[in-house]
Nanobody, 115 residues
């Protein structure tokens, strides 16, 4: 079992920045990868970014060059630095972690980009 707790969402103006954090607890020794998905109203859940235990990163095309994913294995935490935010980035952002063959999800944190 893995428990995930997100933090860092909120309201930001277009062009602004936010940093999301996701702390994992439980059986985290073999958690790989970890990352973020997002879901906007009326849309399907989509991948934002993933990072493996060896720091290989994957990004959605829509966020490349603006978002950066990182992880601190000592703290069992993954971060998503989001810069140059756009209204289209508005969504619930969900932390994801895979342990062996099972995926785990956090409850999500709302990110709203609006003037």
């Amino acid at each position: 079992q893995v428990q995930l707790m997100e933090s860092g969402g909120g309201l930001v103006q277009p062009g602004g920045s936010l940093r999301l954090s996701c702390a994992a607890s439980g059986s985290i020794f073999s958690v790989n990868p970890m990352g973020w998905y997002r879901q906007a109203p009326g849309k399907q859940r989509e991948l934002v970014a993933l990072i493996t235990s060896t720091y290989t990163r994957t990004y959605a095309d829509s966020v490349k060059g603006r978002f950066t994913i990182s992880r601190d294995n000592a703290k069992n935490t993954v971060y998503l630095q989001m810069n140059s935010l756009k209204p289209d980035d508005t969504a619930v952002y969900l932390c994801y972690a895979k342990l062996l063959a099972t995926g785990y999800w956090g409850q999500g944190t709302q990110v709203t980009v609006s003037s």
